[in-house]
């Protein structure tokens, strides 16, 4: 592989040959490519595209140019990928209900991206807890609990790694072909036997419409499946946050909520983690409807919430997260009620709008150093559609100081509509299967 004409013929629209497309993936992880060959073949990419083909070689170079894991287990190696949402916590009801039902998850989460909340963020909420463990801390939880989410180490697809820190300052981010390769370099280095994708549409997504949620779902579940993973996707519905909570301790409040067994905390979260487990479980060749009434009977139970408390003790967070949870997430010194000040129907909900304004409490970044107070944020967000009066609740502001919340419920009021009632579209919008 010769970086310099490579990236000539792509530019020509040339179709290149897989083996040359990995090797320029291994010359990313090792150096041999330089900074500005890496930004050219991204410009490249974004103008010609590589192609079915083409895309399965970058993705499976890039998993191969770092560690892969390999697992011997005595249950399928199981995980999902959502594209990002707010109030989307379902990796942390879906993991543990997963290895309640023989599953096993070495879940690779990141941290908040613009808008959205990061899982290791929200984990991150509990006194003591450190997502950054390494493989055989990865394997270990893994093998014990069942279900282990933490951060990719530097050896998992360091090429995207690098690839991506280009893209970052070159304005070639959001082409399919880049986004693609760079969401399942990592999660098909962890040894998956199948992988479900949620692929979120809507206001609070960073897909706004459903022709390009779309077409990055068809491409995610060809290349996994070229790459010679089980894979499937939805498109679900974000035009209305997934959790009535956005923040860091305000969602991991609901999740414990819905893990003590009260579905009535998030509904729909609830029942868009039994739909994407049942998925997974067909994918893993059992059937789909009997998966869901695992995954559920695994919530409603208990199960998932012993397999979570442990999860949780295993990264260091506290031995009695199960019965005292409560005690342990950190509460912001501002608590403000927000309330409707006439009467309609919440008619539209601004989702990004929201994150942003968790983010201005301090509850994201918006620069990489920032650091994030885990306890601000929102929580009994109105659901889309609710008949309201004046005086009801449209959501609870946690904030540092009151002069955050004036300005979070400023930017909260901006988000909402109050009007006729919304025509509301299904949790699942779409399937895409192999």
């Known amino acids: 592989m010769e970086a310099r004409r490579l990236i000539a013929a792509l530019r020509r629209g040339e179709t290149l040959p897989p083996e040359e497309i990995r090797a320029f993936a291994q010359g990313l992880a090792d150096g041999s490519v330089s900074d500005a060959q890496a930004g050219a073949f991204a410009m490249a990419v974004c103008l010609r595209g590589l192609g079915e083909a083409g895309r399965v070689a970058l993705t499976t170079g890039m998993r191969d140019s770092g560690d892969r894991l390999a697992w011997d287990l005595p249950g399928p190696v199981l995980d999902k990928h959502s594209t990002g949402g707010v109030g989307d916590c379902v990796s942390l009801l879906l993991a543990p209900a997963l290895a309640a039902c023989g599953v096993h998850v070495p879940m690779i989460s990141g941290r908040g991206l613009g808008h959205t909340g990061g899982t290791l963020d929200k984990l991150e909420a509990v006194p003591g807890l450190s997502t950054q463990a ?31 820190a280009v893209r970052d300052v070159t304005g070639t981010v959001d082409h399919v072909d880049l986004i693609t390769a760079s969401i399942l370099s990592k999660k098909l280095a962890a040894g998956l036997d199948g992988l479900v994708l949620d692929v979120k549409v809507g206001s609070g997504a960073f897909m706004k419409s459903e022709d390009e949620a779309r077409e990055l779902a068809g491409a995610l579940v060809a290349t996994a499946n070229g790459a010679g993973c089980a894979t499937a996707a939805f498109l679900t519905d974000m035009d209305q946050p997934l959790a009535p909570a956005l923040g860091n301790a305000t969602e991991m409040a609901v999740i414990m909520e819905l893990l003590g067994g009260d579905r009535r905390a998030a509904p729909r979260l609830h029942d868009l983690t039994v739909a994407l487990g049942g998925r997974l479980m067909a994918l893993a060749g059992g059937a789909e409807g009997e998966g869901e009434e695992k995954i559920a009977h695994a919530i409603a139970s208990g199960a998932a919430m012993e397999r979570f408390a442990k999860m949780l003790h295993g990264l260091g967070g506290p031995a009695d997260m199960a019965e005292n949870w409560q005690a342990h997430l950190p509460k912001a010194p501002v608590i ?51 008949k309201l009066s004046p005086g009801d609740l449209l959501a609870r502001i946690h904030a540092a100081t009151e002069a955050e919340a004036e300005r979070a419920e400023a930017a909260l009021r901006s988000a909402v509509t109050i009007g006729e009632a919304p025509q509301l579209n299904d949790l699942v919008r779409e399937r895409v299967d192999p």
């Open 336 to 386: 403000r009620e927000v309330t409707a000040r006439e009467a309609g129907h919440l008619s539209a909900i601004d989702g990004e709008a929201l994150g942003h304004a968790v983010v201005g409490l301090g509850g994201g970044r918006k620069v990489e150093t920032d650091r994030i107070d885990p306890a601000v944020g929102l929580s009994e967000v109105a659901r889309l559609g609710a």
């Open 134 to 164: 390494d493989e055989a801390k990865l394997r270990e939880i893994t093998r014990d609990v069942g279900c282990a989410i933490v951060g990719a180490t530097g050896r998992i697809a360091p090429a995207d790694k690098r690839l991506y």
